[in-house]
């Protein structure tokens, strides 16, 4: 036995978690490290790798740390390995070799594990324009598994970690499992950690297991850059399991992740995936702080699920936690998951949502989720969605929007189109949300009248929302329709605190809002009118039951209504707040306050005495139905004045009389033959007189005529005339 096949033996029955003396005899055998059946060789240093991969070897293991110098090329299939958990081998980029340390093409796989590949990038100038990344892979499989970390490495272009460089004929995969890391790599374009182009239909990305993506930067993509740059390639990546991809840095678009399908034309459609206890964190960005998805086709997906987390993500323009641009449309699943504690210096501090397309519709559902603590410097303060001119859909079910903080509109929620759609939330909760402007706990805005935009709100509760005006809810249409419908919903402790609106403001002549079922309104403060709800520039109110609606409602003109859906609860109480239109005048002329829907068919006198006027200016006033019952009024009481014992005198005086009536001074009848008129009394044997009845006077009044014979008047003897002639001759 000669010593070199002694020294073999010695190696072979050695344990491998232990470190081994090599030296370049070992490269002359093979040596048989038997590991779940596979075939190890071991290798020292570059020359040895080289060797072994063009020998075609499919698992070698490092064994000591060293430098590499040239581009490592894999076709086939190869496991590289370090020597333990214990023990892990790095390898070095030489400081003059800026090129990618392995190059996967031609269909090729690499697989790392317990290695680490480190770039040295403190050696090389970030100025310098050959630099790439640590792999390449041109068509062909990349796996990172255990203990496998790449790290510290610049990319003047694609990729600073790993650079997808994609291939038209030869698929490409990318498998990131358990605790493998790309770390403190960066790219001067995309993808500071991965930069993957899509251009094979069978192109799969998965990031799984305990992966870890940190500190990673680039000017888009920071964490993950995934685009299609072919029609018939869409773009697939799945992160889930316990991944994380945390405080990467994006100067533009995707801190953590930037994903988009093709988008030159319509292509393939392409999905994202978040599910498990996925982590996105404390990443940083213009656009997207978490994620940023850029949507190309209405089938485009993505879906967030199963106790994912983007939290602590920032972004300086939209979307702290998610922003989704889509100019062909787009379809947003959140379920089971937590956007927490982001924060935009735009819209959209949770998530933003923009659909620049007039023709695609772009779709949002959000269930058993969380959206708190997030916070926009514009509107939005947990969510934004602007559905510009696109059809869109909007599902928001058994979930929490809280303590979310906007600057402008939509503490909670801020939604705002020009185009058709529907938004339905139901057994979800708004509360603690704050807006600086409107909408504490959700603003909605309709900016055309286009399409009709339908709000539907199921068993919502909006309790202790703040805002400037609208303290729960805001909903502006101005410039087109859009319907409000409350189902069993409850609006509480709310506050508007410089405007109107504690608890709803409904603002412009196509806003109808509709409080149905066991909806309450209570407890709700503003500051200056409307402590339930305010009805401004032309917006109606439907009310069906109306049991529970404890607080004050604000008309402020003529052209704001009120309608009645059936008759009112016989619970019901609805108080109205005094305003520009429901103020006393004194002509006396009824203000009308609500009519009937067309189904219902004549009010009824009990609907009227469910109303409260205003508690000051309203003495002597009533509400009543006008005479075909088509109208509850608001009118000053007609008070009666009754004269009694007239004989056969006709009375001059009114019948009625209103509190706002001018002082009333008491004519007397007219008079009669024999009889002197001694006054009106208010008792037909004693009482007192009334010669006046004051203004303010609210009651009826019975007053009897007093009469008294007249004195007979002696007439006067004529005086009799003599002739001149006859006194002369008595002078004489």
């Known amino acids: 036995m000669d010593a070199a096949f002694s020294i073999y033996l010695l190696f072979l029955y050695q344990p491998i978690s232990f470190p081994l003396p090599v030296n370049s005899a070992y490269t002359k055998y093979k040596i048989e490290l038997k590991k779940a059946g596979d075939i190890l060789t071991p290798v020292s240093n570059q020359t040895e790798l080289l060797n072994a991969v063009e020998s075609k070897e499919t698992h070698i293991q490092a064994v000591s740390d060293f430098t590499v110098t040239r581009q490592i090329t894999v076709h086939g299939q190869l496991t590289l390995s370090g020597r333990s958990d214990e023990f892990p ?19 090729g796989s690499l697989t790392l594990q317990n290695i680490v590949l480190d770039g040295q990038k403190e050696l090389h100038s970030v100025r310098d324009p050959l630099n790439r990344s640590l792999i390449l892979v041109s068509g062909g499989t990349l796996i990172l598994k255990h203990g496998a970390v790449l790290r510290n490495n610049h990319s003047y272009t694609e990729g600073g ?21 790309i770390c403190d790599c960066s790219s001067r374009l995309c993808g500071g950690a991965v930069m993957a182009a899509a251009k094979h239909p069978d192109d799969k990305f998965a990031v799984l297991g305990r992966a870890l993506i940190t500190r990673n930067t680039a000017a888009h993509g920071a964490g993950i850059y995934l685009r299609s740059f ?18 990467n840095i994006a100067l533009g678009y995707g801190g953590g992740i930037n994903f988009s399908g093709f ?3 319509t292509g393939v459609p392409s999905s994202l995936t978040l599910s498990g206890d996925v982590k996105i964190s ?11 998805f850029f949507g190309c086709s209405e089938e485009d997906q993505l879906d967030i699920e199963k106790d994912s987390v983007l939290s602590e ?6 979307g702290g936690g998610l922003c989704l641009v889509s100019k062909k449309g787009a379809s947003v699943t959140l379920n089971e998951c937590c956007i927490s504690s982001n924060k935009a ?35 939005g303060g947990g969510i934004a969605f602007s559905a510009s001119s696109g059809e869109f859909t909007f599902h928001l079910t058994d979930s929490t929007i809280s303590e979310n903080i906007s600057s402008s509109d939509g503490g909670g929620i801020a939604m705002s189109s020009s185009g058709r759609g529907n938004v339905n939330v139901s057994q979800t909760s708004f509360s603690r949300n704050t807006a600086e402007k409107s909408g504490g706990g959700l603003a909605f805005l309709s900016e055309s009248s286009s399409g009709e935009k339908n709000l539907s709100l199921t068993s919502a509760e909006f309790i202790q929302n703040q805002a400037g005006s609208g303290g729960g809810i805001f909903l502006d249409s101005k410039e087109g329709p859009a319907d409000a419908n409350l189902y069993d919903c409850i609006i509480e402790d709310n506050t508007a605190r410089f405007g109107c609106g504690g608890g709803i403001l409904s603002h412009g002549s196509g806003s109808i809002v509709s409080l149905r079922g066991t909806t309450r309104l209570s407890q709700n403060l503003a500051k200056k009118a409307g402590v339930g709800i305010s009805l401004e520039y032309g917006s109606s109110l439907i009310l069906e039951g109306g049991q529970n609606l404890y607080d004050g409602f604000f008309l402020q003109d003529a052209d704001t209504h009120l309608y009645l859906q059936n008759t009112l609860h016989p619970n019901a109480c609805i108080r109205l707040e005094t305003s520009k239109y429901i103020s006393p005048n004194t002509k006396g002329d009824p203000i009308v306050i609500c009519a009937p829907l067309f189904e219902y068919f004549g009010l009824q006198p009990s609907d009227a005495e469910k109303f409260r006027m205003p508690s000051r200016g309203f003495n002597g006033w009533e509400f009543r139905l006008n005479p075909d019952r088509t109208f509850v009024l608001l009118a000053p009481v007609r008070f009666r004045i009754r004269c009694e014992n007239l004989l056969e005198s006709q009375n001059t005086n009114p019948v009625f009389y209103t509190a706002d009536s001018p002082d009333l001074i008491l004519n007397p009848p007219e008079e009669l033959p024999g009889l002197a008129f001694l006054g009106w009394y208010d008792d037909p044997f004693g009482g007192k007189q009334v010669t006046t009845i004051h203004h303010g006077s609210t009651e009826h009044y019975t007053l009897y005529a007093r009469w008294k014979p007249a004195p007979a008047q002696l007439k006067p003897l004529p005086r009799k005339r003599f002739p001149l002639s006859l006194l002369n001759k008595r002078k004489h």
């Open 89 to 107: 081998v790095t390898l070095y980029k030489d400081t003059f070799f800026p090129s990618a340390m392995f190059h996967v093409s031609e269909g």
């Open 161 to 181: 970690g790993v650079y997808f460089s994609g291939s038209c004929s030869l698929s490409s995969h990318f498998l990131m499992t358990e605790d493998s890391q």
């Open 230 to 247: 072919e029609r018939k390639a869409g773009s697939f990546l799945s992160v889930s399991d316990t991944a994380a991809i945390t405080d």
């Open 263 to 265: 988008r030159e034309d």
């Open 282 to 292: 404390g990443n940083t960005s213009a656009y997207g702080g978490g994620i940023y």
């Open 313 to 318: 993500n920032s972004a300086e323009e939209n």
């Open 345 to 379: 210096n735009g819209m959209g501090g949770g998530i933003s949502l923009t659909n620049f397309s007039s023709k695609r519709s772009v779709r949002l559902a959000l269930m058993n989720s969380d959206i708190k603590k997030n916070q926009a410097a514009s509107c």
